[in-house]
């Protein structure tokens, strides 16, 4: 573990907590993308099944079980609780054109050919995309709110200190992904364009407006 | 180097 990594996952956890705040105070989940949230669900389920064969520490399993949980209670508000605030007609991502590829990909491009390495692989690569619904929405109706913006720095973020990370752990312990790496890369460039504006608008007290 | 060190992660 070193710090890289750590504000990485605090990050990402600070992420998770903003959105679940935001729904819950607001009782609106207006202007966030349920397609991205299932996929979000989906890269967990997927990724943490080795929760129940591989015991890594006390940090790793309870951090698990918060993503798992924080997903799992995003999505019972969502489409259950405040369902009457979700945002069906701009959420109108195709998620099958995401998960279809990354099956696909996963298939080919492993280190292993096993049921659980091949779900490991799919919940990286789906996961490097799984924010295009999310980002999509935001185009469509061409703003975002400042909590929401929050909510996107902290997550792309996490991501972005992860390729620190691995690049400290490439230096210090040799160790190195090229299917974490080439996914977080992806999944890091696919904010770019956000944090660019986050940073020229959001930090400036700015409403995240895109140009007409 | 070790391929496969991202496993201890989240």
Same mark, same amino acid.
């Given at each position: ?32 993308? *349920?397609?991205?949230?299932?996929? !979000? ?6 990724? %943490? ?5 591989? %015991? ?15 997903? *799992?209670?995003?999505? %019972? ?11 069906? &007609?701009?959420?109108?991502?195709? $998620? ?7 099956? $696909?990909?996963?298939?080919?491009? &492993?280190?292993? !050919? ?10 990286? %690569? ?15 109706? *061409?703003?975002?709110?400042? $909590? ?16 620190? &990370? ?47 | ?10």
């Amino acid at each position: 573990m070193n710090i890289f990594r750590l504000a990485g996952d605090l990050s990402h956890l600070l992420a998770i907590i903003i959105l679940l705040l935001k729904i819950w105070k607001t009782r609106s989940c207006a202007g966030i993308s *349920g397609k991205s949230q299932v996929l !979000f669900a989906i890269v967990y389920l997927t990724r %943490y099944l080795d929760l129940f064969t591989t %015991y890594i520490s006390l940090y790793n399993s309870i951090m698990k079980i918060v993503f798992i949980a924080a997903s *799992g209670a995003t999505l %019972y508000l969502m489409y259950v609780k405040f369902k009457a605030t979700y945002d069906h &007609n701009h959420d109108s991502f195709r $998620i099958e054109f995401l998960l279809i590829p990354c099956v $696909i990909l996963a298939l080919i491009i &492993n280190h292993d !050919f096993t049921v659980m390495e091949i779900l490991w692989t799919f919940s990286i %690569y789906l996961e490097s995309v799984a924010i295009l619904p999310q980002l999509f929405l935001v185009s469509k109706t *061409g703003e975002a709110e400042s $909590i929401t913006s929050h909510y996107l720095f902290a997550l792309g973020s996490y991501r972005a200190l992860y390729l620190l &990370n691995w690049i400290y752990r490439y230096m210090a312990e040799s160790h190195y992904d090229l299917i974490a790496i080439f996914a977080g890369v992806v999944q890091t460039i696919l904010y770019c364009d956000f944090f660019y504006l986050y940073i020229t608008k959001v930090l400036k007290g700015k409403k995240l407006q895109l140009p007409a | 180097g070790n391929e496969k060190a991202s496993k201890d992660e989240l």
